[in-house]
T-cell receptor
Framework: RKEVEQDPGPFNVPEGATVAFNCTYS??????FFWYRQDCRKEPKLLMS???SGNEDGRFTAQLNRASQYISLLIRDSKLSDSATYLC??????????FGAGTRLFVKA | GAVVSQHPSWVICKSGTSVKIECRSL??????MFWYRQFPKQSLMLMAT?????????EQGVEKDKFLINHASLTLSTLTVTSAHPEDSSFYIC??????????????FGEGSWLTVV
């Protein structure tokens, strides 16, 4: 089993749709959780951190369930510019950071 | 926020030559930096962990004599691809971890370097 697993994708959605990404992690000692966005031929960029209480930033909502070792990212009212690969990232303490393989999103007009 | 700068962004070199890529943390000190490689449509692959003042730690399957890493200061790590071959052509990305009060350890990536070996 991979340490961090994401939906394989790709997701193809129309503009305005709501899309959810799921991620599970195997190390129960993991401490910090993030969603990164990577555009084609670019470096990953931090989209948002994920907290146990859940957090929202505009159209983006991230949730963490420690008991189930599960992280989610919800994008509402998706835009063409949301098309990218979304990476689930888990920090297991110190510098041990594990990346998910990423889920590619295509938003179409 | 923390910024990591990588140089060069693009490089084309001939087979058999060596190429050096620099990674700098611009407004924070990074005792540890990371080097990744990413092939088209694939996920990031950690190559090595660069430690300031000591030898890098390489992931399994990564040749340390081919991918030389030097971390001579708290803000600079370099990756040298020696005797490059076309199969080394890839996107190389560095990262460093910055600590914030709100998020704890957060990874900041360099802009990446596209290497094409001809």
């Amino acid at each position: 089993r991979k340490e961090v697993e994401q939906d394989p994708g790709p997701f193809n959605v129309p503009e305005g749709a709501t899309v959810a990404f799921n991620c599970t992690y195997s190390n129960s000692a993991s401490q910090s959780f993030f969603w990164y966005r990577q555009d084609c031929r670019k470096e990953p960029k931090l989209l948002m951190s994920v907290y146990s209480s859940g957090n929202e930033d505009g159209r983006f909502t991230a949730q963490l369930n420690r008991a189930s070792q599960y992280i989610s990212l919800l994008i509402r009212d998706s835009k063409l510019s949301d098309s990218a690969t979304y990476l689930c990232v888990v920090n297991a303490g110190g510098f041990k950071t594990i990346f998910g393989a990423g889920t590619r999103l295509f938003v179409k007009a | 926020g923390a910024v990591v700068s990588q140089h060069p962004s693009w490089v084309i070199c001939k087979s058999g030559t060596s190429v050096k890529i620099e990674c700098r943390s611009l407004d924070f000190q990074a005792t540890t930096m990371f080097w990744y490689r990413q092939f088209p449509k694939q996920s990031l692959m950690l190559m090595a962990t660069s430690n300031e003042g000591s030898k890098a730690t390489y992931e399994q399957g990564v040749e340390k004599d081919k991918f030389l890493i030097n971390h001579a200061s708290l803000t600079l790590s370099t990756l040298t691809v020696t005797s490059a071959h076309p199969e080394d052509s890839s996107f190389y990305i560095c990262s460093a971890i910055g600590v914030t009060v709100s998020s704890g350890n957060t990874i900041y990536f360099g802009e990446g370097s596209w290497l094409t070996v001809v």
